[in-house]
């Protein structure tokens, strides 16, 4: 069992960064691809990043490339979304998630943590 906490969410304006964190217990992630994923409102979540724990080679969708950058702190079992240059359609609840590599299903997903963007 693997169990995620995410912090760091908040309100920030337009232009602005944040740094989501999402810590996790249960056993270390050197076998794990760490997702990001969103859920704005009305709307259906949506994959936005992932990075391969052991590797840190990233993979992120077109909407966000070169403005989010995932990373990994061995030392702490944490994985970190750092958000540049947000914009008010990156509002969402936002959430990390695990899957074995090997495997196509996430199965440890946290409680996420609300990003709204706005002046």
């Known amino acids: 069992q693997v169990q995620l906490v995410e912090s760091g969410g908040g309100l920030v304006q337009p232009g602005g960064s944040l740094r989501l964190s999402c810590a996790a217990s249960g056993r270390t992630l050197d076998d794990y691809i760490m997702g990001w994923f969103r859920q704005a409102p009305g709307k259906e979540r949506e994959f936005v990043a992932h990075i391969v724990y052991s590797s840190s080679i990233t993979y992120y969708v077109n909407s966000v490339k070169g403005r989010f950058t995932a990373s990994r702190d061995n030392a702490r079992n944490t994985v970190y979304l750092q958000m540049n240059s947000l914009k008010q359609e990156d509002t969402a609840v936002y959430f990390c998630?695990?899957?074995?590599?090997?495997?196509?299903?996430?199965?440890?997903w946290g409680q996420g943590t609300q990003v709204t963007v706005s002046s």
């Open positions: 998630a695990a899957r074995r590599r090997g495997e196509s299903k996430y199965s440890y």
